[in-house]
Structure formats: C-alpha cells, structure tokens
C-alpha cells in the first residue's frame, strides 16, 4: 500500500527561476539516472531475494526515492511557472517546454522520452546490488553537474540534500553486499571458474602501458607480461586456435568441391562472307 503525505522531504524554496535550467533538471526526473529509473530498479528488486532484510531495504530506498522524483518535479515547476515573462519568453523560445508548457514531463533534458529498459534488474541479488552501486555513482555524478548550474541558494540546497542521499545508499547498498560476502568475493552463482581467473594479460605497449598496481600483481593476480608467447606456450602440444573458418565436411558428406575461377570464353569466329 502505498500512502502519499503532502510533506516534501527536504525544502524546495526557488528564488531565482530559470527555465533553461528546468530543462537540465528533467535528467533527473525522466533520464536514465533518474529518480524514477531508481525507484522502479529497487522496487522491482527487491523481489529477486528472500534475503527479508535486503528485501525491506530495497523497498525502503525505492519509496524514497519516488520522494526524490517530487523534489525534482517542484523544483522543474518553480523554475518554470515562477520564472518572470521576460525570461520566460526567453527561455521558452529554446527549451523544450515552449511546446510542452510548464512544469515537469517523463522526458530527459534532451527530449527524449523515460524508457523502461532503463531499469537494472538481473534476477540475482549480488548482481543487483552491485548495479546499484554504479547507479548512485550515476546519479551523484548528474547532481555535481546540476550544482554548478544551479542559479540560487534554494535550489542548491534541495539538490545537495538529494546528492547526500546517493552517498547514502551507496553505503547501504555496500553494507547489504557485506551481509551476502559479495563486496570483495567477485564470484556468485554456480560458476567454477577455470584456470584463468587469476590471469592478468599485459594486453597493450609503448609508453606508460605497463603500469602495475594491485589490480594485477601479486598475490591476486599473475601478471602475464607477453599474452601472445603465454597462448603460444599454454597449446603448444594442440592444434592453434584461429578465428578462420575451419571448412571441415560434416560425417558422411564428400568434401566441397573447390571452386575454379571462372574462364572468359573465346570470341565468336568471324565468318567469311
């Protein structure tokens, strides 16, 4: 059951509206990071785990964030019906709301309508969870930007108390991968990985390409300096493995016959008359 209270989680007080920076603000109502894109991921996952916990929490996120997507549609309205005739005259004649009107809609800044494939679910709560944590990267990198367009005092506050909020799911959403051991264990499911797990491949050269960090030494990784000699090495008793077409005849069947290139026939004799 879901209950709406006309209370606003965080104040929306604009006082310097601005129409062109409405359009930006419509990336967080209707774009791929958006607050609805985020309400709907945690809402339809929380349906993928019997884990209770991560179940409520999922469900708790994704409710706030449908009160996230009511500060970004106030403030769209306020910088767009607020906003003086003169700017908005001005405005209006390069936004998107000249033709739409005031207020918020389910597009991005550009136009472009909200899309279902924007919500990130697999199915599996790890995988999930570790979507959510680059979402909430997506979404703080968007509202960084937004700050520094953004025209007042008021409007800036109620974006950094947004912002504030994808650090914090960033950090339950991580807590919640701990519970699951799937902060630091990569691996999840059934899958038995084979002996190239702890392979590092040195896959460039020439300058700075050769750059080591923990990402691939010791003790987690083997760093494989030469990947080609290493291939060479690891099947040297095995046929190469190529990415031509291998033309082998099915069981039973003859062989093709090769293909002879055409012959230009001979002029027609002249006969005489």
């Known amino acids: ?7 606003l989680v965080t104040e929306v007080h604009v006082t310097n509206p601005d129409p062109a920076f409405a359009e930006k603000l419509l990336e967080q109502y209707g774009g ?34 449908f009160s996230h997507l009511e500060i970004i549609a106030m403030l769209i309205e306020q910088h767009t019906q607020r906003a003086s005739v003169n700017v908005q005259d001005a405005a209006y004649r390069s936004t998107l709301f000249s033709l739409r009107g005031a207020g918020p809609h389910l597009v991005d800044s550009k136009g472009s309508y909200w899309d279902g494939r924007y919500v990130n679910e697999g199915g599996h709560v790890v ?3 570790r979507a959510n944590v680059a979402a909430e990267a997506g979404a ?16 800036r506050n109620a974006l950094r108390n947004l912002a504030t909020r994808e650090v914090s799911h960033t950090q339950m959403f991580m807590e919640a991968l701990k519970t699951v051991n799937g902060l630091d264990n990569p691996l999840f499911g059934d899958l038995k990985p084979d002996n190239t797990v702890n392979l590092y491949f040195n ?59 055409a012959r230009t026939p001979p002029p027609p004799q002249q006969q005489g008359r």
Not at 1 to 7: A, G, K, N, V
Not at 140 to 155: F, K, N, S, V
Not at 223 to 231: G, R
């Open 203 to 261: 896959m460039s050269n020439g300058p700075d390409a050769d750059q080591r960090g923990p990402w691939n030494s010791e003790p987690a990784f083997q760093y494989v300096a030469d990947p080609l000699q290493h291939e060479l090495q690891q099947h040297a008793s095995v046929p190469q493995y190529s990415n031509e077409m291998a033309m082998t005849p099915s069981a039973g069947n003859p062989p093709r016959e090769t293909l002879q290139p």
């Open 1 to 7: 059951m879901f209950i709406h209270h006309p209370i």
């Open 127 to 129: 995988r999930d969870l």
């Open 32 to 65: 791929t990071t958006g607050e609805l894109t985020a309400a709907l991921t945690y809402w339809t996952q929380s349906f993928h785990t019997d884990h209770r916990g991560i179940r409520d929490m999922l469900q708790d996120i994704g409710t706030e964030e």
């Open 140 to 155: 703080l990198a968007t509202y960084e930007e937004l700050l520094r367009y953004a025209p007042d005092d008021g409007t």
